[in-house]
């Protein structure tokens, strides 16, 4: 299973991105899907996860910032990231777990400074 991220950027504080992440190759099913990040010189941190029923769950630092969605036809998970602030700046991992495997895709940066 390759994870592919992508949508990352610097953009300036209270913006907003949205990252993309899509899995691909062999697997059977995926079920959770989440966002990681690893600010710099720090270690890497949960941000959301959804389940493959819609069932999602945040961090409190992003709740009602961030949206964590999927599209399970296209085995893609998105993060939806509004009134950011210089603290979410990071690079951002996503993660699929597939038959009791946990996967991780490349890092996306993001930037958030004036």
């Known amino acids: 299973v390759q994870l592919q991220a992508s949508g990352g950027g610097l953009v300036q504080p209270g913006g907003s991105l949205r990252l993309s992440c899509a899995a691909s190759g062999s697997m059977f099913s995926i079920g959770y899907m989440g966002w990681y990040r690893q600010p710099p010189g720090k270690q890497r941190d949960y941000v959301a996860q959804?389940?493959?029923?819609?069932?999602?769950n945040y961090a409190g630092s992003v709740k009602g910032r961030f949206t964590i969605s999927r599209d399970n036809a296209k085995n893609t998970v998105y993060l939806q990231m509004n009134s950011l602030k210089p603290e979410d700046t990071a690079v951002y991992y996503c993660n699929a777990m597939s038959m009791g495997v946990s996967y991780w895709g490349n890092g996306t940066q993001v930037t958030v400074s004036s």
């Open positions: 959804i389940t493959p029923s819609g069932l999602t």
